[in-house]
């Protein structure tokens, strides 16, 4: 089994920044994609970054220029650098990843900017 854990979250006031951090159970260098989405209590999850095999990345338009995915084989871990934050990006924030037909998801971990 597959184990996801995030970690880095915390309050922060709004314009700063944070670093989460997702440390997998198992080596990356075959994991299909790795991403970070946000969920908001009544609302459904939205997917925030992608970075894919090759290294590619993609971004929602509400975080392109603030927020960047970024992966460390090395170490089995995603990274997500959260910058010029601003009180609306305040969620839980889980990583996933997609391995074949397969994905799996941590905890996810809260976020919270003040105004």
């Known amino acids: 089994q597959v184990q996801l854990v995030e970690s880095g979250g915390g309050l922060v006031q709004a314009g700063g920044s944070l670093r989460l951090s997702c440390t997998i159970s198992?080596?990356?260098?075959?994991?299909?994609?790795m991403d970070w989405y946000r969920q908001t209590p009544g609302n459904q999850r939205e997917l925030v970054a992608t970075?894919?095999?090759?290294?590619?990345?993609n971004y929602a338009d509400s975080v392109k220029g603030r927020f960047t995915i970024s992966r460390d084989n090395a170490k089995n871990t995603v990274y997500l650098q959260m910058n010029s934050l601003k009180p609306e990006d305040t969620a839980v924030y889980l990583c996933?990843?997609?391995?074949?037909?397969?994905?799996?998801w941590g905890q996810g971990i809260q976020v919270t900017v003040s105004s």
């Open positions: 198992r080596n990356t260098f075959s994991i299909d994609a």
């Open positions: 996933k990843i997609v391995t074949g037909p397969k994905d799996y």
């Open positions: 970075i894919i095999s090759s290294g590619s990345t």
